[in-house]
């Protein structure tokens, strides 16, 4: 695995603890405690996990055991073939990423451009409308969600993708609010050299706002992709026959009225949580660049 | 895209009033705010319009809908469980963003050191707002449960009886709100990203002062996040004065009401008493109530919030 | 001042960034057109199996069936119509091989076939939203506790017609309690396909440690009470409870199971009146409730919160589950004990259970209601149901003549005979609660019974503050 936290170059260690030796004895007191800390809580986030793990590896009457059993007598790795199988889960997992990937790229394009607006474009309305936006957050989806269907259903639309990533074509408050956020931190005269280059508001966005504001983007991508992913109410909605379903809507087939095959559902569940852990592992890497900025603020 | 001509925009004279200038910067702003503002025209406003028309009639989803003047708003004022449900997503809304926002900038700031295997750290923290529903609610059902779970035994340890998580009217939404903390994940990502944009220059100077860590906490990176902390207030208040999910999966509303929260009700109401008119006209509270929350906060950020680095 | 990394410099990720979004977009929007262009004829083209229904077997049993002939002609040209189902991914394969040999049997009509899994709350969630947007299917599933809603709101069709029109239908071959819950002002509209009584089930395993003599058919009250709390043992994690289900209001049929034998009442029987403030009604809760507040024999609610994933009977730690019989195919696949159902016990003042069920509509707005009534006729015909339900094991049949061939199968369980027996004997829809009100009423009653099962409140007092409360509510019941 390569260290995700290398140090800057801008900003060598060495520079970082100028101040006799005694530094370093704390610091490798403060680097213990770090560890025990992370090591404490991983014990005890990777819980759910496990259980997840254990269970999509039990039978069904290992699920029911009581008291329960923490580890399955042998472990059943047929129960993934078999649940993978139970549904065309394999064309659910293409849906998902067709939806899914379109989203997300329909999300990052759609929230930087009117971020950017909010944070550095004047207007006369834009208080107003920005507020207009803060406030759609506000009303709850229950009560738009038939409106909305009603709406795609005319259009014809049902059980087709379209409702389903059309929308993130279309910013989505909660990411122009969070990507402005980053934006307004950016300092203005940087903006200004930028403008004095010559350069428009799209270079200007491209070339300074877009670097600065990686981890941001990086935050949004994340939500965008676990949020899509993961969203299993517009499907259920929207896509009516079988080949259609993305994965979690066939994971929630497994919940039953009277009874819930747990192993299978885990074992799915699992499948279905990789590429989320993927995305989060490569789009963190971002969070340590941030160093950069001490090259340009120069305050 | 990227290679978009250079505008015209003449350098230098960047006198901000004129109004030429004025009037193309206004020009620029439609333009790139044209995906929300379009989205909100296609998807949003239409629905929200519904929804507000909605709340002044009487719609079963299955039938066509009927006018029913001011009678969904006269009944919600009547409504107990109205009142009763405000009470309670105000406390929960209140004590999970309190208790949210302040443990998963502590666990960030954790996060942030550079250690090794950071990334594997960071994915397993984040795992718990990612993992199925199911396995979440199960595994907290267990700790809090009032004889034998983790929580109560480890008081016990200690001589203490603990209270009867989530079947106790009063500790039920205590209960909910510890393990909202848990699931805070995405708080944490956002507060990572803030991290990033603290220059160590910062830093530097202050122990250049002799600033010791409590200062440079307070002093620096504090004031610093700000913009980020005000987003993670405002935005989790709102998700919290939504929530619902994790009440339905946890109590189902109980014990005694002690857990229905206005988007339960909502909830409860759109789908399972198909009585739309009624849940707009609850949705428009909760628009009210938030509204009136997150205008607060925009005021008192002026206070405390600085953009600039 | 220091710029970043020019645009040449830090172009490349971007630039391979667009890229990749490009090429995935268009891929995507391939795809998508491909997605919709199947979606146009999902219908099953090929026979579709399982380990569990192999296509050899389902062939089989397929072509041993006469499947008749609708007095309803075919189609001249071809239609499309569309069911909607709530089955588990297991059995919605059962379901695309009827479709299959049905296809084949009307070559003009198709069968697009929707499932959205076996949760009433999803599929409530689906179905609502798109009778409101009107793009409800041409058949479609429906179980007792919301088919009023439906029913009221005029999305069914009245079937009386094509019932009276088709000589074959037979609708005495239905268990007369199965029709119940599907009639308004004495039109029916739709086809009960499911029907499960109330029942025993037991923990032999259980029975045989306490010493306690297994149910049988001539069980009283009283018996059961006496194994009740014979069986009921132990503290803590070993706990071994009497029954495994707390007796409350929320359970929609619990006037038919356990206050009408004893003499009491929940509603009265048109569901306008609540009855629980009687006397006699308020005793036979307390018949029940004694049970629990005195020797604990089911589970307190922090008892329950230790069982999450099934309750205590499936966990084993219980004697006794007083459920509907469409709970024996999970506890044939789970059960890790040896169990049996037997018949609900005779009160002192009758002998009652509920059975309840699911069955199938036609949509008002269908374009192809004659289509969509071929396919109804023939799917909850005999042979349709042992194709469906006996032979599968699920059980529940509401033709009585779909019977004989499960209760010879494997899959019945020990005493599949006193369900039978249950269904076309004492089981009844009278007093179970299933009008549109029910979800406010059951909803009403929660807190109402959480501070009884807290013991905070008496259950005289709950009885009557329950009966303040949900009268209200029962307006909705007669307006309709």
């Known amino acids: 695995m390569t260290l995700t936290a290398t140090p800057p170059q801008q900003a060598p260690p060495t520079q970082r603890r100028p101040i006799g030796s005694s530094q ?19 014990a005890v986030f990777v819980i759910p996990f496990l259980w997840m793990v254990t269970t999509s590896l039990k039978t069904s009457q290992e699920v029911l055991a009581y008291p329960p059993k923490v580890l399955p007598a042998t472990p059943r790795f047929d129960n993934y073939p078999a649940a993978w199988t139970s549904l065309p889960f394999t064309t659910f997992l293409i849906n ?50 038939v409106p909305t269907f009603i709406m795609f259903s005319k259009l014809n639309l049902v059980n087709t993708y379209w409702p389903l990533f059309l929308p993130a074509w279309f910013g989505y408050a909660f990411f122009i609010f969070l990507l402005r956020q980053f934006f307004l931190t950016i300092p203005q005269e940087l903006t200004d050299a930028a403008s004095i280059d010559g350069a428009g508001h799209l270079r200007t966005l491209w070339s300074i706002f877009l670097p600065m504001s990686k981890p941001a983007i990086a935050a949004v991508a994340i939500f965008s992709f676990v949020g899509n992913w993961n969203n299993f109410l517009t499907p259920l909605i929207y896509l009516r026959t079988q080949n259609n379903f993305t994965l979690a809507l066939g994971l929630s087939l497994f919940k039953g009225q009277y009874e819930t095959q747990y192993n299978q559902m885990m074992a799915v569940g699992i499948i279905s949580l990789l590429p989320i852990l993927i995305v989060f592992f490569l789009a963190q890497r971002t969070f340590v660049e941030g160093v950069r900025l001490s090259g340009l603020g120069g305050r | 895209m990227a290679q978009a001509a250079p505008t015209l925009e003449l350098p230098g004279r960047r006198t901000r009033r004129t109004s030429p200038l004025a009037r193309r910067e206004a020009r620029a702003f439609y333009g790139f705010a044209s995906p929300w503002i379009l989205g909100f025209i296609l998807f949003g406003g239409g629905p929200v319009v519904a929804a507000l028309l909605l709340s002044f009639a009487h719609w079963s989803l299955l039938s066509t809908p009927s006018w029913a003047g001011l009678a969904n708003y006269r009944k919600m004022f009547a409504d107990p469980l109205f009142y009763k449900s405000i009470g309670n997503t105000v406390y929960f809304g209140a004590g999970s ?20 295997g950071l990334g594997f750290f960071r994915t397993v923290f984040y795992l718990p707002s990612v993992v199925a529903g199911v396995a979440t609610a199960i595994l907290w059902i267990n700790i809090l449960q009032p004889d034998s779970g983790l929580i109560n035994s480890f008081l016990r340890f200690f001589g203490i009886k603990g209270p009867g998580w989530l079947v106790d009217e009063h500790w039920a939404i205590p209960g909910l709100i510890l393990m909202s903390v848990w699931g805070a994940g995405n708080t944490i990502v956002i507060y990572l990203a803030g991290l990033q944009g603290i220059s160590p220059t910062l830093y530097e100077a202050a122990l250049l002062d002799g600033a010791g860590w409590w200062d440079r906490f307070w002093h620096v990176t504090v004031p610093m996040m700000s913009p980020v902390i005000f987003f993670n207030v405002v935005t989790s208040l709102i998700a919290s004065l939504q929530a619902y999910t994790l009440v339905l999966v946890m109590t189902e509303g109980g014990p005694n009401n002690a857990t229905l929260m206005l988007g339960l009700y909502i909830y409860r109401q759109a789908f399972e008493y198909f009585d739309m008119g009624y849940a707009a006209a609850l949705s428009w509270a909760m628009f009210a109530l938030i509204g009136v929350v997150t205008a607060l906060q925009f005021v008192l950020a002026r206070r405390w919030v600085h953009y600039d680095a | 001042m220091q710029v970043p990394r020019t645009p040449a410099e830090k172009g490349f990720s971007r630039r391979t960034f667009l890229r990749t979004a490009g090429a995935t977009a268009i891929a995507a929007t391939g795809a998508n057109a491909l997605a919709s262009c199947s979606s146009s004829s999902p219908t099953t083209t090929s026979l579709i199996a399982s380990k569990l229904y192999p296509s050899a077997d389902a062939q089989k049993l397929n072509d041993s069936f006469d499947w008749g002939k609708s007095s309803v002609a075919d189609p001249k040209s071809s239609v499309t119509i569309t069911v909607a189902h709530s089955w588990s991914p297991a059995d919605f394969v059962r379901q695309q091989q009827f479709d299959y040999f049905f296809q084949k049997r009307h070559p003009n009509i198709k069968i697009v076939a929707e499932n959205a899994g076996d949760s009433s709350a999803d599929y409530l969630k689906k179905y609502s939203s798109q009778a409101a947007g009107g793009s409800l299917p041409d058949v479609m599933y429906n179980g007792f506790g919301f088919a009023q809603n439906f029913i009221g709101s005029g999305a069914f069709l009245a079937l009386n017609d094509y019932i009276s029109g088709e000589p074959n239908f037979n609708p005495s071959d239905f268990a007369e309690v199965s029709t119940g819950y599907y009639k308004r002002d004495g039109k029916q509209y739709s086809v009960p396909y499911d029907c499960g009584p109330v029942m025993i089930y037991y923990n032999k395993d259980i029975f045989a440690k306490a010493g306690v003599a297994l149910p049988t058919a001539g069980w009283k009250f009283d018996d059961l009470r006496n194994a009740v709390l014979a069986t009921t043992s132990g503290q803590g994690a070993g706990k071994v409870f009497g029954l495994s289900l707390p007796v409350t209001p929320v359970d929609t049929f619990w006037d038919p199971v356990r206050l009408s034998p004893l003499g009491g009442h929940y509603l009265s029987d048109d569901e306008s009146q609540v009855l629980l403030d009687k006397p006699e009604s308020i ?39 007083v459920d509907g019989s469409w709970g024996a195919p999970s506890l044939r696949d789970q059960a890790a004990f040896k169990w049996g159902i037997a018949d609900w016990p005779a009160g002192p003042k009758g002998h009652s259970t509920a059975a309840v069920g699911s069955a199938y509509s036609i949509t008002s707005k269908s374009k192809q209601q004659d289509a969509a009534w071929i396919y109804l006729n023939e799917y909850l015909s005999t042979s349709g149901q042992v194709f469906m339900f006996a032979s599968t094991g699920k059980g529940n049949m509401t ?21 039978y027996n249950a269904l076309n004997t004492y089981a009844t829809s009278t007093g179970v609660v299933f009008g549109p009100a029910t979800p406010q009423i059951t909803n009403a009653v929660t807190p109402i019974w959480d501070q009884v099962m807290g013991k905070s409140l008496g259950v005289s007092d709950a009885c009557k503050k329950i009966a303040s409360t949900i009268q209200p509510l029962l307006k909705k019941n007669v307006a309709g």
């Open chain 3, 283 to 321: 005793a036979a809760v307390e018949w029940w409730m004694d049970m629990y507040l005195q020797k604990g024999v089911f589970p307190s609610p922090s008892e329950l919160q230790g069982m999450s994933q099934a309750d205590a009977f499936a966990l084993g730690r219980a004697a006794i589950k």
């Open chain 1, 24 to 42: 370093t004895s704390v610091e490798r007191f403060r680097k213990t405690i770090t560890y025990v800390l992370l090591i404490a809580g991983t």
């Open chain 3, 399 to 419: 033709r009585k003549s779909a019977w004989p061939a499960y209760l010879k199968s494997d899959a019945a369980p020990e005493g599949a005979n006193a369900i």
């Open chain 1, 96 to 145: 998902s990423i067709i939806i899914t990937g379109l989203s997300v790229i329909g999300n990052l394009v759609s929230c930087v451009l009117p971020a950017y607006a909010f944070a550095r474009l004047r207007a006369r309305s834009r208080g107003a409308l920005f507020a207009l936006m803060v406030a759609t957050m506000a009303i709850p989806a229950e009560v738009t969600l």
């Open chain 2, 97 to 116: 963003v309190v208790l949210g926002v302040v443990t998963s900038f502590l666990l960030a700031i954790l996060l942030n050191q550079k250690v090794r």
